[in-house]
């Protein structure tokens, strides 16, 4: 056990300097608009297309309300308005109630519930992909446009395709920005003269954080590109 013991510190010291430089260049990017062109770049890359969609498939992302979802159908309800022969192809591995919500939704922004087919095998994009060829194989030459979140859709596309289906695109749900002033005066509120007064400092309280979760985001979705490549799905 002796003997063992420096090997085992030179690894936890390896690991741990490892992971705080990790985090060094996390927050570094974090200040840079670098996290914003990856995520950007996984919701467009490959996912354009030219042709007039037969199925819009919408991948759901989680339960009801959610703004996973929310942001989707409304992405979806979008795409049903410009293209109004399109059906709706809504998967999701969950129960009854929740589909209903999805379905309900779509309807109340006027999407005919008569376009709106459900499948509800598949708990991760591959499987999903490989229950709508089996279920729907009337797909598998048909256009299709799936709409997901932005970090997912580089895989997405690449999993479809690997899948059968011949013509694939995308359309991502982005959020949209704000483009208002949110600078504020800070003594004018009640701020406290020993506290920093970030008011006019937008990127350190809004940029820095949501640039961190973009960076989580991008880092936990180019594992699973890893993964999904390793395993031949992509």
């Known amino acids: 056990m002796k003997t063992l013991w420096p090997t085992v510190k030179k ?21 840079t608009r670098l996290p914003y062109d990856i995520h950007f770049w996984l919701g467009t890359k490959g996912a354009k297309y030219k042709f007039t969609p037969d199925y819009i498939i919408f991948l759901g992302g989680s339960g009801m309300p959610s703004s996973s979802n929310l942001i989707r159908i409304y992405y979806v309800s979008a795409l049903s308005e410009k293209y109004p022969l399109a059906k709706i192809l809504i998967t999701h591995p969950t129960d009854t109630s929740v589909l ?9 922004r ?3 519930s008569m376009r709106i087919e459900i499948e509800k095998k598949g708990t991760n994009t591959r499987a999903q992909a490989i229950k709508i060829a089996e279920d729907f194989p009337q797909l598998i030459p048909q256009n299709i446009v ?9 895989r997405t596309v690449k999993v479809f395709r690997k899948a059968g289906f011949i013509n694939v695109g995308g359309q991502s749900a982005f959020e949209n920005e704000m483009f208002i002033d949110l600078t504020y ?14 008011s006019s400092n937008l990127n350190l309280r809004y940029n820095f954080w949501n640039y961190l979760k973009l960076e989580i985001s991008c880092l936990r979705e ?10 031949g799905w992509i």
């Open 185 to 198: 005066n800070h003594k004018k509120i009640g701020g406290k003269i020993f506290i920093p007064d970030v």
């Open 110 to 112: 006027g999407v005919d």
């Open 146 to 154: 799936i709409v997901t979140s932005p970090e997912n859709m580089l």
């Open 11 to 31: 690894v936890f010291k390896l690991l741990f300097l490892s992971l705080g430089l990790l985090f060094f260049i996390l927050l570094v990017f974090s200040f």
């Open 100 to 108: 209903a919500l999805m379905r309900a939704e779509l309807a109340e």
């Open 222 to 231: 180019f594992v699973a590109i890893g993964y999904y490549w390793l395993n």
